[in-house]
T-cell receptor, first 112, second 115 residues
């Protein structure tokens, strides 16, 4: 699976949009971009995923660049409960086990 | 059921002891995964079951680690002769199938501390 690069930490003011970047410059055409988050002392929680097109759901929006080498997760109105570690994961269609390969993630701190 | 459940939530044991960690996946999910998460790091894959069989156990660190899923539902991760380095959070996840777009849903984890 392609490697991802994320900033180790970010701050965001409550009520503002949180934009979390992810670099996946070696991504191949059949690999999806997944985002999970992990709130302290809990298991990872699925947020969103995409292949080529931008995606939106009730939690977030995922913007993937046209060359697919980077993406941004957007939390439109961050709340204190969004404080968590956010993981960007590239997942291969050819991954026999379909396991998720987590990197270090971005620790998002939402501040009042 | 509501979600993936794991028991116990916390386990303290002594070096050299045997431990079993249990995972109850979401009802109807055929794929089950075990991950291990050390402090300050992301989860690392251990083993993947499709039904009753281990489809990929390439993440198991050594032969002290073993997992079973005899009826294709509940799974047990077994660790023999525990070492202090085995201390971590052990996470279980399940998905409806094993396909690449199948979302994995995680349990809360079991925190294992080996003294």
């Amino acid at each position: 699976d392609a490697k991802t690069t994320q900033p180790p930490s970010m701050d965001c003011a409550e009520g503002r949009a949180a934009n979390l970047p992810c670099n996946h410059s070696t991504i191949s055409g059949n690999e999806y971009v997944y985002w999970y988050r992990q709130i302290h002392s809990q298991g990872p929680q699925y947020i969103i995923h995409g292949l080529k097109n931008n995606e939106t759901n009730e939690m977030a929006s995922l913007i993937i660049t046209e060359d697919r080498k980077s993406s941004t997760l957007i939390l439109p109105h961050a709340t204190l409960r969004d404080t968590a570690v956010y993981y960007c994961i590239v997942r291969s269609l050819n991954n026999a086990g379909n396991m998720l390969t987590f990197g270090g993630g971005t620790r998002l701190m939402v501040k009042p | 059921g509501a979600g993936v459940s794991q028991t116990p939530s916390n386990k303290v044991t002594e070096k050299g002891k045997y431990v079993e960690l249990r995972c109850d996946p979401i009802s109807g999910h055929t794929a089950l995964y075990w991950y291990r998460q050390s402090l300050g790091q992301g989860p690392e894959f251990l083993i993947y079951f499709q039904g009753t069989g281990a489809a990929d156990d390439s993440g198991l660190p050594n032969d002290r680690f073993f997992a079973v899923r005899p009826e294709g539902s509940v799974s047990t991760l077994k660790i023999q002769r525990t070492e202090r380095g085995d201390s971590a959070v052990y996470l279980c996840a399940s998905s409806l199938g094993g396909g690449e777009e199948e979302t994995q849903y995680f349990g809360p984890g079991t925190r294992l501390l080996v003294l």
